[in-house]
């Protein structure tokens, strides 16, 4: 327990000599009060403001399990996301600078579709297996992957993160904040 933050919680800018660094009830006892505003605090009063000093509320609690939910929401989407090609499922990157690169390709391949570009390819690297594999897409399949990755991989971690943080806001109690799982994969 830190007794002048304590003190403090109960007697804001209290005044009394001595000291209170080593923190304990002996120490406490030497202190002399000279605060008019109430009578000197108990030492039983110091550790219960101390155990509401150190006791995050609910509000607090939910802040920070929103925030952590938020993070894992981000390190969803940067993670990246499965899509089959053909009949193989392949794994791409979405991290910030992939998401640049999927948008500046996906407006080329579907510029080549409006200019009805049947020629047009688009190059990129998936992994199966740890192994990269690069792949070529035609402009409509381009834009599918792309389309994929920007809706429905990014959407659906979004989702995912806005009902659990809804869960959190619903919650009543701090338990009831702790009980709430993130298991996504």
Not at 126 to 138: A, M
Request: with cysteine; charged share 25%.
């Amino acid at each position: 327990m830190d007794t002048a933050l304590a003190v403090e919680a109960i007697v804001p800018a209290a005044i009394y000599s001595g000291k209170t660094t080593e923190n304990t009830e002996e120490e406490w006892g030497r202190v002399v009060w000279t605060d008019p505003r109430r009578e000197r605090p108990t030492w039983a009063e110091l550790e219960a403001a101390w155990i509401d000093v150190c006791t995050p509320t609910l509000a607090d609690v939910k802040a920070a399990r929103i925030d952590s939910t938020d993070a894992r929401t981000v390190e969803l989407i940067l993670a990246g996301f499965d899509y089959q090609v053909s009949d193989v499922f392949y794994h791409f990157g979405y991290s910030l600078e992939d998401q640049g690169n999927f948008t500046k390709a996906a407006l080329s391949a579907a510029l080549a579709m409006i200019q009805g570009n049947v020629d047009y390819r688009q190059s990129w690297r998936g992994w199966t297996g740890g192994v990269p594999h690069t792949l070529s897409f035609t402009a409509t399949e381009f834009v599918a992957l792309a389309t994929y990755a920007g809706k429905t991989h990014q959407e659906n971690c979004l989702a995912s993160g806005w009902a659990i943080t809804e869960r959190i806001r619903n919650a009543a109690t701090v338990e009831e904040v702790e009980s709430i799982v993130d298991d996504r994969q």
